[in-house]
T-cell receptor
Framework: NAGVTQTPKFQVLKTGQSMTLQCAQDMNHNSMYWYRQDPGMGLRLIYY???????DKGEVPNGYNVSRLNKREFSLRLESAAPSQTSVYFC??????????FGPGTRLTVL | KQEVTQIPAALSVPEGENLVLNCSFTDSAIYNLQWFRQDPGKGLTSLLL?????REQTSGRLNASLDKSSGRSTLYIAASQPGDSATYLC???????????????FGSGTQLTVLP
């Protein structure tokens, strides 16, 4: 099992550019999550999807959109990147009330 | 809103020592608490999930305890090794309005260095 995979691993964008971060899990989990991790701020939830077909905002959703493409895949889109979105982005998946499994992360720099 | 605090922020110990990492949370209406490990430049790896009905959970040299009434959890690492050097994070859930998924609130972590 690959677990949770994320692409790309690294990305550099210019302010105003758009991009989509991809996440896939092969554990047949219903719930999927997107977090960002910043020094001094810890991990913060951006969006989550409780099940296929549903998405909800987390703590810091502004500037992001998500799509739960199917049970396996959950993408995060930055429509117009800003320097404040420079961060490490993690995708995770779980069953309800169970352990969350994390991907390796995407390191994004917005110039 | 759940708030999670971890003390100390950093800890350095010689190899072989037993050590305790602390985690406190403000909302005691939790159904479980998770401990994770993060190596530099890597994602998070789950170490232990302790249910609210349990007081302790053990995995190898790791033991996590949970005291909901006091809003505290501890992670005990026995006979520490240099390979244990990493950042350790605890995470407690928030109940969200939909009820169908659970957000986790993470502490800022304790950066552990085990010296050979």
């Amino acid at each position: 099992n690959a677990g949770v995979t994320q692409t790309p691993k690294f990305q550099v964008l210019k302010t105003g550019q758009s991009m989509t971060l991809q996440c896939a899990q092969d554990m047949n989990h219903n719930s999927m999550y997107w977090y960002r991790q910043d020094p001094g701020m810890g991990l913060r939830l951006i969006y989550y999807s409780a099940s296929e077909g549903t998405t909800d905002k987390g703590e810091v959703p502004n500037g992001y959109n998500v799509s739960r493409l199917n049970k396996r895949e959950f993408s995060l889109r930055l429509e117009s990147a800003a320097p404040s979105q420079t961060s490490v982005y993690f995708c995770a998946s779980s069953e309800l009330n169970r352990v969350q499994y994390f991907g390796p992360g995407t390191r994004l720099t917005v110039l | 809103k759940q708030e999670v605090t971890q003390i100390p922020a950093a800890l350095s110990v010689p190899e072989g020592e037993n050590l305790v990492l602390n985690c406190s949370f403000t909302d005691s209406a939790i159904y479980n608490l998770q401990w994770f490990r993060q190596d530099p430049g890597k994602g998070l790896t789950s170490l232990l999930l302790i249910q609210s009905s349990q007081r302790e959970q053990t995995s190898g040299r790791l033991n996590a305890s949970l005291d909901k009434s006091s809003g505290r959890s501890t992670l005990y690492i026995a006979a520490s090794q240099p390979g244990d050097s990493a950042t350790y994070l605890c995470a407690a859930p928030n109940l969200i309005s939909s009820g169908s998924a659970r957000q986790l609130t993470f502490g800022s972590g304790t950066q552990l260095t085990v010296l050979p």
